[in-house]
């Protein structure tokens, strides 16, 4: 299923092909590039990076592409989000999601992130735009 169709299917809500909602034991994930994550990470397939992955919408996003067996790595700067969603996301799907702490506009990270990991979609939510907020003020036309 192409990335698009994934992103909307799991923001619709829809259950996506194969995906089996899981309520197991968390776990407590890297909280940086480790030796551990290199492991577990490279060279799977069909690795989704979901920058923002502990926000509102990533972590929807993250949960229903892990759920569809995709692995998954988050980049988040937590400056909006807490390090406990990636626990929350193991309760809810089994096992962690690799996290890698860090912001989107580093790019020798980014770099560093996609030597490690074989990525093969992005979704992008790291964002500081508050909907609610961007109606209340709005800018006049
Ligand atoms: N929530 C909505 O209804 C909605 C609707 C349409 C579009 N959006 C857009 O989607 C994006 C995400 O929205 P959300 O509601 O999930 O917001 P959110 O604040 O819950 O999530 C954003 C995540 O990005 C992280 N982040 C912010 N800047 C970062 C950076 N420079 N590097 C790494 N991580 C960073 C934050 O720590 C947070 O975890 C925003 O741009 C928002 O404008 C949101």
Redesign the pocket.
Known sequence: MPALALLQAAMDGRKLPGSKRRFTVPCMPPNNLTAQAFDRGYGLKNTILI??G?????SHAVVELMQAGFNVVV???????DVGVIERLATICGHAPQFVQG???DSALLDKVFDLYRITAVMH???????GESWQQAAPV
């Open positions: 920058t923002g502990t926000g509102f919408i990533g980049l988040d700067n937590l400056c909006n989000s912001d989107v506009r939510f790291a964002g500081l735009k508050s909907v």
